[in-house]
């Protein structure tokens, strides 16, 4: 990580040098994550996601009453079943506990997949929109500002872009 920030930095005192040399220097900055959220087919997505996420939950919990059910059920008779029925009854408790947990790290997973399978056309077009801005302004870059990461922005020096890629992405 420290070498990729220290290979960034490098890259962008060069490009500042060179800039330097030819006389301008632009870049824009943005918020990634806040354009993202802002696109009217993210909360289309989200919306989808709240949905399957409910069904799988549905399921999840399904598979929970049944094994509390078994649970029960041995707890009730297990005084009365002879060793091999008792044993048998605990497999099955055993089997159906897995089953169950197996099944939500497969909600999960499933969940995640679905994620990104609809989140990732929308940053493939954000992306789009970036780079289409970034060549008509004249950009040399882009930051991303989300999560801390420049915490100083001279306002000299940069420019706010993310109009530009809104008004990108509105067409």
């Known amino acids: 990580m420290k070498r990729i920030l220290s290979l960034l930095l490098l890259a962008l005192t060069l490009s ?3 800039a330097s040399a030819q006389g301008t220097f632009s870049f824009g900055y943005i918020h990634y994550d806040s354009l993202l959220h802002a696109m009217p087919e993210y909360a289309a997505a989200q919306a989808q996601l709240a949905q399957l ?10 598979n929970e009453k049944n094994f509390k059910r ?9 005084k009365d079943f002879p060793q091999n029925i008792l044993l048998k009854r605990q497999r099955d408790l055993q089997v159906a506990m897995e089953r169950s947990l197996a099944y939500r790290q ?13 989140i990732n056309p929308l940053r493939q077009r954000l992306d789009a929109a970036i780079r289409d801005v970034g060549t008509e302004q004249g950009y040399h870059f882009i930051l ?6 420049c915490p100083f922005i001279n306002p000299a020096a940069g420019q706010d872009a993310t109009p ?8």
Do not use: C, I, P, W
């Open 16 to 18: 500042a040098a060179t």
């Open 53 to 62: 996420r409910q069904q799988y939950e549905k399921e999840a919990t399904y």
């Open 70 to 78: 078994l649970f029960a059920d041995f707890l009730q008779g297990q």
């Open 106 to 118: 497969e909600a999960d997973s499933l969940l995640r997949e679905a994620e990104l399978e609809m």
């Open 144 to 149: 991303n500002l989300d999560h801390n990461a």
């Open 164 to 171: 530009f890629v809104r008004e990108k992405l509105a067409q």
